[in-house]
T-cell receptor
Framework: GESVGLHLPTLSVQEGDNSIINCAYSNSASDYFIWYKQESGKGPQFIIDIRSNMDKRQGQRVTVLLNKTVKHLSLQIAATQPGDSAVYFC????????FGAGTTVTVRA | DADVTQTPRNRITKTGKRIMLECSQTKGHDRMYWYRQDPGLGLRLIYYSFDVKDINKGEISDGYSVSRQAQAKFSLSLESAIPNQTALYFCATTGTGSYNDQFFGPGTRLTVL
């Protein structure tokens, strides 16, 4: 089975609200994690990453949280905008990256 | 100009045909990858290359082959296409540092009839 997965395949969010996208991983040897955003008709784009020796990292409007105890990764998007509508993937790395199936985020106006 | 380009962007072919998908990058990266994406399954690694002389099989290499013609070019071939190879194919590159994300091309949508 997959070593990386997202808890929910879809997420609907009201514009302006905060979004939380979750990801579970199974390999405790993973040392690096990345969140990607994929818009329709495009390739995945890097959002934010985090190393296994950290538990939180912030970017512009995004925060990634890593809980190694329960092997859980989350992406928080503040003040969600229509342009945030996309599929979001988490990826973990042991030797090479392994990707989850993705969560489709839809922002309601 | 895009850092990672893929050609063609769309292709429809018939079972048994040989197909080549091409990828070029201008980032100067040594490492290049080919993935396929299917609905509900996420990205799966087909082949990857750490330099021109280094080719490695990924999770799902059966039915595919690759060629690393130069640092900037990495092509994926389907020797005899079959319908279950219908998918979205992505090329990606990454640097050689310890922590580097991957830069993806725009994808090639392949349909095998």
């Amino acid at each position: 089975g997959e070593s990386v997965g997202l808890h929910l395949p879809t997420l609907s969010v009201q514009e302006g609200d905060n979004s939380i996208i979750n990801c579970a991983y199974s390999n405790s040897a993973s040392d690096y994690f990345i969140w990607y955003k994929q818009e329709s008709g495009k390739g995945p784009q890097f959002i934010i990453d985090i190393r296994s020796n950290m538990d939180k990292r912030q970017g512009q409007r995004v925060t990634v949280l890593l809980n190694k105890t329960v092997k859980h990764l989350s992406l928080q998007i503040a003040a969600t905008q229509p342009g945030d509508s996309a599929v979001y993937f988490c990826a973990e790395r042991v030797s090479e990256l392994s990707f989850g199936a993705g969560t489709t985020v839809t922002v309601r106006a | 100009d895009a850092d990672v380009t893929q050609t063609p962007r769309n292709r429809i072919t018939k079972t048994g045909k040989r197909i080549m998908l091409e990828c070029s990058q201008t980032k100067g990266h040594d490492r290049m990858y080919w993935y396929r994406q299917d609905p509900g399954l996420g990205l799966r690694l087909i082949y990857y290359s750490f330099d021109v002389k280094d080719i490695n099989k990924g999770e799902i290499s059966d039915g595919y082959s690759v060629s690393r013609q130069a640092q900037a070019k990495f092509s994926l071939s389907l020797e005899s296409a079959i319908p279950n190879q219908t998918a979205l194919y992505f090329c990606a590159t990454t640097g050689t540092g310890s922590y580097n994300d991957q830069f993806f091309g725009p994808g090639t949508r392949l349909t095998v009839l």
